[in-house]
Structure formats: C-alpha cells, structure tokens
C-alpha cells in the first residue's frame, strides 16, 4: 500500500537553530515521485520540491536541503539557521507510480515554530 | 498568470443540504485534484480529472459526493444531504500533469452544523 508516514507532529525551535523533518514513504512502484510542501499560517499550500525515484542526489536550495534514501525508504527536510518566516505546515507526498499514477499520498504534516 | 482560484471561500451550511464547491485551475493546466483537509490533519484525496479521461474517482468518501469538469476547465465538487463530519477544507490544485507539481488554490472552509 501507498503511504507516508510523518512522526514528527509538532516541532518548535528558535530562530538560528537547524531543523529536520522526517519522511518515510511505503510504496510497491519502482517509478514514483516525492514532494514536499509547505503550508503557511495563510493556508495555501505552496510546492518545494521534486524529486523522482531514481534520483537519489541530495538537493540544496538556499538554506533548504533534502536528503532522499531509497534504502530506507525516507526523503528527509532540513532548514538551516531556521527563520520566524519558516513557521509552517510541511507536507511530504507521495505520488504513485506505474499502479497508481494519479494519486497523491499526503503525510499527515509536521507543524513547525520557529520562535525568535 | 493567474494561480488557482475556489469559491466560496467560506460556507455555512446546514445538515441535510446540499453544497456545490467551484475551482478554476490554472489555464491549460489538464490535470486537476481535490483534496479534503480535517482541521490538523493531512490532504485526502478525493478525486482526480486528466483531460477528456474517465476521472479517477476511488477516493470519494460517500456516493454523497460527486464532482464534474467541463473539458480542462471548471471544475465543481457537489456534497449531498451534507453531515457534520463533511466540515473541513476543500482544495483543488492543478498540475500539467500527474507527476508534476500542484498548484493549490486558496481551498473552501465548509463548515456543517
């Protein structure tokens, strides 16, 4: 079966500090996709990142970094010297491969506070 | 351009009613989803639209629920005879493809008392 499983609730850090938000994945495609997505207190949902099955390159982007490894099935986020601004909701998704390409497979999202 | 856009953005309804949701995706965008949000909790899917294709609907909660999509266009997701544990935000994104990103819309906060 298809999931995603963030275990991470709720974290709260202060400014400066460095986090990362966990991702582990279940899926029976070998081809498939993960995202990550961040949802602001204002509630709209915006994209992050892409990353497909058979790249396992690590990818940076400012002080953003993720870490994906097939072999333990997780695709983990980090922030660098966090921010107020990074106050968000962030979603891992899965999509599906060659059984189920149309779906999405959302965690259920890890809460972080970023205190000044 | 212009992202995607939901309306309303707020509903009240009442137990029983029906509801109609409405999303406009992002122009010549083919694929387009929708989600429910429970207060706290993760995106369910609900349905998904590519092109003139059959919509995958498998992740309708109820036949309650229904949803159309006028060629890659409007899109409306209709509650009947709506119930209490329906309350919860309605998103719709789109993408130019499945396995591309989403783009989100604002969502609908339904709430049924």
């Known amino acids: 079966a298809q999931k995603v499983t963030q275990a991470q609730t709720e974290i709260s850090v202060v400014e400066k500090e460095d986090v990362t938000l966990d991702c582990v994945y279940e899926?029976?495609?070998?081809?498939?996709?993960l995202f990550w997505y961040k949802q602001p207190p204002s509630g709209e949902l915006v994209f992050l990142i892409r990353?497909?099955?058979?790249?396992?390159q690590n990818e940076i982007s400012g002080r953003y970094s993720w870490n994906f490894q097939k072999s333990t099935s997780s695709f983990n986020f980090t922030i660098t010297a966090s921010q107020v601004v990074d106050s968000a909701v962030y979603f891992c998704?899965?999509?599906?491969?060659?059984?189920?390409?149309?779906?999405?497979?959302f965690g259920s999202g890890t809460k972080l506070n970023v205190k000044p | 351009g212009a992202g995607v856009s939901q309306s309303p953005s707020n509903k009240v309804t009442e137990k029983g009613k029906d509801v109609e949701l409405r999303c406009d995706p992002i122009s010549g965008h083919t694929a387009l989803y929708w989600y429910r949000q429970r207060l706290g909790q993760g995106l369910e899917f609900l349905i998904y639209f590519q092109g003139n294709s059959a919509p995958d609907k498998s992740g309708l909660p109820s036949d309650r629920f229904s949803a159309e999509r006028t060629g890659e266009s409007v899109s409306t997701l209709t509650i009947q005879r709506t119930q209490q544990e329906d309350s919860a935000v309605y998103l719709c994104?789109?993408?130019?493809?499945?396995?591309?990103?989403?783009?989100f819309g604002p969502g609908t906060r339904l709430t049924v008392l």
């Open positions: 998704a899965l999509s599906g491969g060659e059984y189920n390409f149309n779906k999405f497979y």
């Open positions: 899926t029976r495609d070998t081809t498939y996709y």
């Open positions: 994104a789109s993408s130019t493809s499945s396995w591309n990103e989403q783009f």
């Open positions: 990353r497909n099955s058979f790249d396992e």
